[in-house]
């Protein structure tokens, strides 16, 4: 079966655009060209995957995103025209999986949504299921995180993060190290992602977290091992 990706924009050139490509690459593809029909369609269709742009009228491509994050981990790829540092950071705090300004390339936006596609179907994980780090405990094939035997609801992303930290207990791991392995490719110069994704899951993880996901300044993390 074809995954289907809703793409939500008001501007029908760049509806073709994104359809006409996402078609030639194998997927199914819905249109939404307002936040209002966004979420019917999200709720009555239930995508694989949502390609959303900020400006839309109804409701905007925020509004959009934490609606849907309320219910779903369904990932969300933000399009939008802006491009200043708050906006990104805005639209990642709100669970947008990553982030692309108009003017893109389609061919990199295809990359992009089959690489947060593969991670967020597992593809990429090891063959180790579980690991335990101090009192942090992961499954990885249930997506499951306790932390002191309660259970702790991660976003996709964060728990992509865990992971990899866990996998590499002990080790100074790069913003591009960690960028490339979790969002599948390589941004230039958005390490800030990776900053705000680690800040929200030192906050879920609690004291646990604030005090094994050391800041190594001018390199990057590293979850302390046992």
């Known amino acids: 079966m074809r995954q289907r990706i809703l793409v ?6 760049i509806q073709e655009l994104i359809k006409f490509n996402l078609e030639q690459a194998g997927f199914e593809v819905e249109i939404a060209d307002n936040g209002i029909a966004a979420l019917e369609m999200f709720e009555a269709n239930k995508p694989d995957l949502i390609v959303l742009d900020l400006m839309l009228p109804g409701k905007d491509g925020y509004d959009v995103c934490k609606a849907i994050r309320k219910t779903s981990n ?8 802006k491009e200043t540092e708050l906006e990104r950071v805005l639209g990642l705090e709100l669970g947008a999986d990553d982030y692309i300004t108009k003017p893109f390339s389609p061919l990199e936006l295809v990359a992009r949504i089959k690489a947060v596609l593969r991670r967020s179907s ?4 090891e063959e180790i299921d579980e690991f335990t780090v ?3 405990f ?4 249930t997506r499951e995180v306790l932390v002191k035997g309660q259970p702790v609801e991660l976003t996709r992303k964060e728990f992509d993060l865990l992971h990899i930290f866990m996998q590499n207990a002990g080790k100074v791991l790069t913003r591009e190290f960690l960028l490339q392995k979790v969002w599948g490719y390589e941004y230039e110069g958005e390490t800030r992602t990776v ?3 680690i800040r929200h899951l030192r906050r879920k993880l609690g004291p646990e977290g604030e005090e094994r996901i050391e800041t190594i300044h001018g390199v990057g993390y590293k979850l302390r091992g046992n």
């Open 8 to 13: 939500v924009d008001d501007e029908v050139p």
């Open 74 to 81: 369904t990932p969300i790829i933000m399009l939008t025209a």
């Open 122 to 125: 597992g593809q990429d994980d």
């Open 134 to 136: 101090g009192s942090i």
């Open 138 to 141: 992961m499954k990885v094939g």
């Open 195 to 197: 900053d705000v994704h």
